[in-house]
């Protein structure tokens, strides 16, 4: 096999990863989203496993790709296809859930410097797995890094465009919000660790 041959598929292989990762996370965020909701007591926004799918994608891809995936996501719902929560579509984008679904965009990607935005993929680090110390403080920086993406990033545009979109004061919305903070810790612990173990794959 000529060079040119092996330096053709070579590249086909890394096509096909860097368009097929973001493809396989948006379609992750669909199945999370179909596999069921929990319903809060105060508010209209459901407990579903997206976040889960957005820590991981955060985490295990670089801020472009993870950023495709979340822009395809959006694109699929905004198209009209039933993959936001309960099956709903483009009416989720102008909903109380608006600014939790346009939240994942910069919760789970890093946009380049000079931008102010602290997120997941940008805070997350290289992974370091070549010993058990390496590997548990990459665990804790992976579990920092989620709670600050996908707690304060995510919680914040969420807050904020559900308050204006229902007329409801910030403070109030918050504090029903709070019902999500415990899921969503169990939930960065659960990613945090797998993408640790994922780490030489991805």
Known sequence: MSERTVSTAQRGRMLASTIG??????VLMWLASAAGEISIPGTP?????????????GLMLSWRQAGSAVV???AAGAAGLPVFAGGASTAALFGPSAGFLIGFLPAGTATPPPRP?????????KARLDSAPHAALTAVRYFGASLAGN????????ITIQSMVMHVPFTTVAIASMGFVIGDVIKAVVAS???TGLAKLF
Not at 21 to 26: D, G, N, Q
Not at 151 to 158: D, P
């Open 72 to 74: 395809l996501y959006l």
């Open 151 to 158: 707690l304060v990033v995510l919680y914040l545009f969420g």
């Open 193 to 195: 660790l797998a993408a």
């Open 117 to 125: 935005v602290i997120v997941t993929a940008l805070l997350r680090g």
């Open 45 to 57: 926004v459901p407990i579903t496993l997206q976040t889960f799918v957005m820590m991981l994608a």
């Open 21 to 26: 990762k973001p493809v396989l996370f948006a």
